[in-house]
């Protein structure tokens, strides 16, 4: 089947990647102009391929087509038009023009959230299920005949960026893929939308993303983590503006200790702890926000809110130097448009977007033997030289948060001296058990008391089991691949007592 690609971004590319594979033939690409002097991945792929591509900056003006740009697109003469996360608007000439017209992709199960900012309103609205829609397109804003539908559940703590990431983008591709089929072999439905249900929020924009504090926990949950990366959800605070991101509900074993932080309008201020940023909805329930943004643009972690200025800068060595270059033209190439990369260079004043994000960490882990980074690093050191410092210490092992304060018990044994932890280890920090209970741990070879150790009670083991759940979710070692974790365990220096033994006894 003839086809003509109307869309953008990766998602666009990868739909149309598929189509090709699936043996269509597609005639024509029309994506957004180049920004910044880069192109669209969607864009690009197609030119490499040596598809036509246009790159209309826009098909109607004063609300009627142009009549070249129309022109233009029926030379192609395409059976079907298919518009994976297409952000323009298309005219009804174009729309209607095919044998088989145009389907569309929609981050929603419609008809709930209609119009922009559906994935982002799935969460607000605390939806227990999301999922996607491909409809047939007509003249209303999503409003035409349902050609598929899968759905998906919403977990307690996904964000924009995990629900698209985990099924929006996987699925989705697939799903037009199928529709695309559908429609060749002559079985593709057309369900008219019915209107019970249907919701049509706006555009989600910084201006109204502002925390409405009188509302439960959760509520205010869904509201940062509907927000979150774009635009952020936001509140007054110390005399600036702070704007909040990953936050979660699971809070179990986290006790509200560490400073206060005043929240004009919230139920009551906020506590900055070691986990992060405890907040409080009006039902005295709990959620923690991990990272904050303050007003100069500058991301933090919220543990780190009251802290202190952060050390003096690294003098890198020759080889941290050639890391830093090598890095350099890493950030040249996502950049194009900055005719120089300086330290003061900052990531996304220069035109980065979320999907420069993802590339600037994956040229790093090729750069650096593997080294990971988050999406969240480049987010919180968006210069260029703090993106170096930042680089540098992880290189190092010379990471503060990675330091145990540790009381040691020791003793001394056949004229060594044993320096053994006594403590728990719950959540990255070595602390006592609940009221200080203890028990006595017995040297079984004369009966003595070795020393004693704390004995976990129900609450300890309730925030251990916090902690793990915690880090199994959100923590950077379940999200690497099983070489990457061996090449981390390979280079981690072994302790005397696993080394072999040469001699083989």
């Not at 350099?328 to 996304?348: H, M, N, Q, Y």
């Not at 008391?449 to 976990?456: F, I």
């Amino acid at each position: 089947m003839k086809i003509a690609v109307i869309g953008q971004s990766l998602f666009g590319q990868e739909v149309y990647c598929r189509l090709r594979e699936e043996g269509h033939e597609v005639v024509g690409v029309f994506t957004v102009p180049d920004k910044d002097g880069k192109a669209d991945p969607l864009g690009l792929q197609a030119e490499q391929d040596g598809v036509l591509v246009f790159k209309f900056p826009r098909w109607r003006a004063k609300g009627r087509a142009l009549p070249d740009v129309v022109a233009q697109y029926r030379a192609l003469g395409a059976e079907l038009n298919v518009l994976p996360f297409c952000s323009q608007f298309i005219p009804m000439e174009v729309i209607g023009a095919p044998r088989h017209g145009s389907i569309i992709y929609h981050p929603s199960l419609l008809p709930r959230h209609r119009g922009a900012s559906a994935i982002n309103w799935t969460l607000i609205h605390g939806d227990k299920k999301g999922g996607f829609t491909i409809f047939w397109a007509d003249d209303g804003l999503d409003t035409g005949d349902l050609l598929l539908q899968k759905e998906c559940e919403v977990l307690p703590d996904d964000t924009v960026s995990s629900l698209y990431n985990r099924f929006l983008f996987p699925e989705g591709v697939k799903g037009m893929v199928q529709a695309v089929k559908l429609i060749a072999e002559g079985k593709a439905p057309r369900l008219p939308q019915p209107e019970e249900g249907a919701t049509y929020e706006g555009i989600q924009r910084k201006e109204t993303a502002k925390i409405n504090w009188d509302q439960p926990a959760e509520a205010i949950h869904n509201w940062i983590r509907g927000n979150d990366k774009v635009p952020g959800a936001w509140t007054e605070a110390c005399g600036q503006k702070l704007t909040f991101f990953n936050s979660t509900l699971s809070t179990a074993g986290l006790e509200p200790e560490g400073e206060d932080l005043p929240i004009p309008g919230a139920h009551r201020p906020g506590v900055v702890t070691k986990a992060g940023l405890i907040l409080f909805g009006n039902d005295g329930r709990m959620l923690l926000v991990k990272n904050i943004q303050l007003e100069d643009g500058k991301m933090i972690p919220a543990a780190h809110f009251f802290g202190r200025a952060e050390s003096s800068a690294l003098e890198l060595t020759e080889e941290e130097l050639g890391t830093a270059e090598a890095v350099r033209g890493a950030w040249k190439r996502i950049l194009p448009s900055v005719p120089e990369v300086d330290e003061s260079t900052d990531f996304f004043k220069s035109g980065a977007a979320s999907v420069d994000v993802v590339r600037l960490v994956e040229e790093v882990k090729e750069l650096c033997d593997g080294l990971e980074l988050e999406n969240e690093d480049v987010y919180m050191a968006t210069t260029f030289g703090d993106f170096i410092q930042l680089l540098v210490r992880r290189l190092r092992g010379d990471d503060k948060e990675t330091e145990h304060a540790i009381d040691y018990v020791e003793k001394a044994v056949n004229k060594l001296t044993l320096r053994m932890p006594h403590q728990l280890f719950i959540g990255g920090a070595f602390v006592d058990a609940a009221g200080g209970r203890t028990y006595e741990t017995i040297n079984p070879t004369d009966g003595s008391v070795l020393c004693q150790v704390s004995l976990a009670q129900v609450s300890d083991v309730d925030k251990a089991v916090a902690a793990a759940k915690d880090a199994f979710e959100n923590g950077l070692w379940g999200k690497i691949s099983a070489r990457d974790r061996g090449r981390l365990l390979y280079r981690a220096p072994p302790s005397p007592s696993t080394r072999p033994d040469p001699t083989g006894t």
